[in-house]
């Protein structure tokens, strides 16, 4: 189980998702404002909601005829983000029974183009957009809302794919870059068009000049590890009426090397001046950090990098109390999936820095945060720049990369990444942060813990307590993505130790909301109770600076393992 670091319950999150679902067959103008409550005026829109280009299986249609633009706000609010989406259906003749479009993909705002798929064939086709405006209400605590606004075309009936010809299909979801070191890829493509007068339509795969294989039902296939040089793999369609390929190229090249930090930069140590793990404490879901002193007092602060100000950073570092140091030292915490309550969170076509087509699956649920896709490394370098030279100018000493995971498992993001796509965006951003003069925290991703203490200096884990999961042995053996995880002293180590025993620091997060670790004081049996937790995790020769507190990172749970 993974918690969920985020500026939800812990800011007083209001969202606001008030979606005008305009029926068919017609597009209709907006609903009036006051439909819309709290005072803040819905996104508007001009023009006439269309579906051109040719209604046809093996086709592509596009969205067209709207422009959007955001409202004039009230005193003392802020347009943080404005985004156009597109949600493509696929429609019973009535227009009443609506499932997902055959080929719809995991980039929802990059879909105003729709290449038409062969399961939509006779149906009709829905087309919904939406643009949503985020707005700070608040600036302390931090507290915004989201306000939509839609409009949906139904289409007349698609056409069958045209008789005798042949078959055809294509990539979707995402390719490698052209240069990356990443030497294993998936590849999907989509379902074939095809003309069912044809016959059976096969398809196979290779890579570079090898055999032919045969497709998988899911239509994904792995290339498997890939030396360093070019590639390509191709993808053959055929029927009775004929073939078609198709192909990719793309260049495998040597990763990164580890660049040492440059400047005077402070590398969190495993233990403080008293011979115990540097004390730390997490505050990533409040506006203002909240100092905490006397025996609470820590030696590091984790806190949100946007929302810190350089002038609260700078108090942190010069005048608050910390435990063995002279003061406490900041980290910059950064999540690297999208969040829609961020000011770069717009999409690039509209000035922002996402492009539209990294963003893939919602978060866990939480409809604000998509993952990325970490292949397009090109692409997000100009948004990555950003978000570190912001630590840089606000003074952080170091910075934490959040959902660094998002290969595990493949399916999550919706991308079918690789460990390799994801070692190739971290060593660039790991040696970013290095260039800009601050230190950088691994986070979570077990797997691959081994390789990231080789470009980060530390580590930031979470709840490997409670899944029995925070040391190397307790990994030994255990095999994924061709990982086999080996003890301390071996080749892939899997566990957080390995940073603590060369020195680096490890900060342990546990949440009450699990209900597995007893708070200081409560009679808890066995390994509930809160003495257990830190002998197991805190006091032991490699241990970690372990803490208790809430799932929001509010600062209202703050027990902390003590010597």
């Known amino acids: 189980m993974r918690a969920r670091l985020a500026l939800v319950a812990a800011t007083a999150l209001a969202v606001t998702s008030l979606i005008a679902w305009l029926p068919a067959p017609a597009a209709r103008a907006a609903l009036p404002l006051g439909a819309f409550g709290a005072g803040i005026p819905p996104p508007a829109h001009h023009g006439t909601l269309r579906v051109s280009g040719t209604l046809r299986d093996g086709a592509a249609v596009t969205a067209a005829g709207l422009r959007w633009r955001a409202p004039r706000l009230p005193r003392g609010m802020r347009l943080l983000s404005f985004e156009v989406a597109y949600s493509w259906q696929s429609c019973d003749a009535a227009g009443t029974h609506c499932r ?41 605590p931090f507290t915004f809302q989201v306000i939509r606004r839609s409009v949906s075309v139904l289409t007349a009936a698609v056409r069958a794919y045209p008789r005798h010809r ?18 294993e890829e998936y590849f999907q493509v989509a379902a074939p068009h095809a ?16 055999r032919w294989h045969a497709m998988p039902a899911s239509r994904v296939f792995s290339t498997g590890h890939l030396a360093t040089g070019p590639h390509r793999v191709t993808v053959r369609t055929a029927s009775r009426a004929g073939a078609t390929e198709i192909g990719f190229g793309w260049r ?27 004390r730390w404490d997490w505050q990533i879901g409040r506006t203002t950090p909240l100092q905490r002193t006397g025996r609470n007092a820590v030696d590091i602060y984790d806190i949100d990098g946007f929302l810190t100000t350089r002038a609260q950073v700078s108090a942190i570092k010069t005048g608050w ?22 000011p770069d ?8 820095a996402f492009p539209a087509t990294t963003l893939g699956h919602v978060y866990y649920g939480y409809p604000e945060e998509r993952w990325v896709d970490l292949r397009q490394l090109d692409a997000l370098e100009p948004m990555l720049r950003e978000r570190v030279a912001m630590c840089a100018r606000k003074g952080f000493d170091a910075v934490e990369l959040d959902d660094i995971d998002s290969f595990d498992p493949p399916s999550t993001t919706g991308f079918h990444l690789t460990p390799g796509d994801a070692q190739n965006f971290l060593g660039y951003a790991f040696n970013l942060i290095h260039r800009a003069g601050m230190t950088a925290l691994w986070k979570n991703s077990p797997y691959l813990s081994w390789w990231g203490r080789e470009y980060a200096d530390g580590a930031v884990v979470e709840e490997c307590y409670l899944d029995h999961a925070c040391f ?12 086999t995880c080996t003890v301390l002293s071996g080749a892939t180590p899997c566990g957080w130790d390995d940073f603590t025993a060369a020195g680096q620091w490890v900060g342990e997060a546990e949440y009450a909301e699990d209900g597995y670790v007893c708070s200081p004081g409560q009679q808890c049996e066995g390994p509930h109770s809160f003495g257990t937790f830190c002998r197991s995790v805190y006091a032991v020769p490699h241990g970690f600076a372990a803490v208790k507190f809430d799932a929001d990172l509010d600062g209202r749970i703050f027990f902390s393992c003590r010597e």
């Open 100 to 140: 997902a479009g055959a080929d719809t993909t995991a980039a929802p705002f990059a879909a105003r183009r729709y290449p038409v798929g062969h399961a939509d064939a006779g149906r009709r086709l829905r087309v919904t957009e939406t643009a949503a405006e985020v707005i700070q209400t608040r600036r302390n």
């Open 321 to 342: 109390q910390a435990s063995t140091l002279a003061h406490p030292r900041t980290v910059c915490y950064l999540d690297l999936a999208w969040e829609d309550y961020r």
């Open 345 to 352: 969170a717009t999409p690039t076509l509209r000035g922002g």
């Open 472 to 483: 190397a042995a307790q990994f030994q053996g255990s095999r994924q993505y061709g990982i």
């Open 252 to 278: 495998v090249v040597p990763p990164p090397l580890p660049e040492p930090c440059q400047g005077q930069c402070w590398y969190p140590p495993h233990l403080d001046r008293a011979g115990h793990p540097m």
């Open 195 to 210: 003309n069912a007068a044809d016959g059976q339509v096969s398809e196979w795969y290779r890579i570079d000049h090898g």
């Open 166 to 183: 042949p078959p055809a299909t294509a990539f979707v979801n995402g390719t490698p870059e052209p240069r990356t070191a990443s030497a």
